[in-house]
């Protein structure tokens, strides 16, 4: 089984600053790597697709990298809105998914 | 738009059973595989199952292999999980989650809104 780790587990940073999150795959994924956001009691919301490409609607501040087993997404001014929790996401195992455990962004 | 809405969590006890629902709509749900998604309080996502488009072929996370069960009705656009056996580690909201359209793999990009599993005596 793919297992998915993300870094750091929980993040503060207040508005404006340019934030980076990783997420490593226990064996190569190709690009098939999505980030989530999730907010207290709310369904995740799909950000990134395809390690790099925006989901329409998602600010162009979001943005994605990475391919094989290490990935990032970046966040390049944070606005109040993004404090939130963030998920990574394999779907090389298709239709089985890995999420990463998590990071947690909140407000310094 | 495409909807999904969860139904039939609620308070069971340990070894006891529940069968979740997921209403779809506004998608062609039986050209698309689904999957079911937990996630315990306070804690991240776990991919619990998943079904193929024509409900021939299931997944599940070795957690929940034997007592879980997935199915859909492509008639009715629904979709099915059977919990058996159940645990207080299942305690979690439960979430169904599909694809958008296109070719090839695609990750979880469609939620309903959760239906929440409490397991405990």
């Known amino acids: 089984d793919i297992q998915m780790t993300q870094s750091p587990s929980s993040l503060s940073a207040s508005v404006g600053d340019r934030v980076t999150i990783t997420c490593r795959a226990s064996q190569g994924i190709s690009n098939y790597l999505a980030w989530f956001q999730q907010k207290p009691g709310k369904a995740p919301k799909s950000l990134i697709y395809g390690a790099s490409s925006l989901q329409g609607g998602v600010p162009s501040r979001f943005s994605g990298s990475g391919s094989g087993t290490d990935f990032t997404l970046t966040i390049s001014s944070l606005q109040p809105e993004d404090f939130a929790t963030y998920y990574c996401?394999?779907?090389?195992?298709?239709?089985?998914?890995?999420f990463g455990q998590g990071t947690k962004l909140e407000i310094k | 738009e495409v909807r999904l809405v969860e139904s039939g969590g609620g308070l069971v006890q340990p070894g006891g059973s529940l069968t979740l629902s997921c209403a779809a709509s506004g998608f062609t749900f039986s050209s698309y595989a689904m999957s079911w998604v937990r996630q315990a309080p306070g804690e991240g996502l776990d991919w619990v199952s998943a079904?193929?488009?024509?409900?021939?072929?299931?997944y599940y996370a070795d957690s929940v292999k034997g007592r879980f069960t997935v199915s859909r009705d492509n008639s009715k656009n629904a979709l099915y999980l059977q919990l058996n056996s159940l645990r207080a580690e299942d305690t979690a909201v439960y979430y169904c989650?599909?694809?958008?359209?296109?070719?090839?793999?695609?990750?979880?990009?469609?939620w309903g809104q959760g239906t929440l599993v409490t397991v405990s005596s």
């Open positions: 079904i193929s488009s024509t409900g021939g072929t299931t």
């Open positions: 989650a599909t694809r958008s359209s296109g070719s090839g793999k695609r990750p979880l990009d469609y």
């Open positions: 996401q394999q779907y090389n195992s298709y239709p089985m998914y890995t």
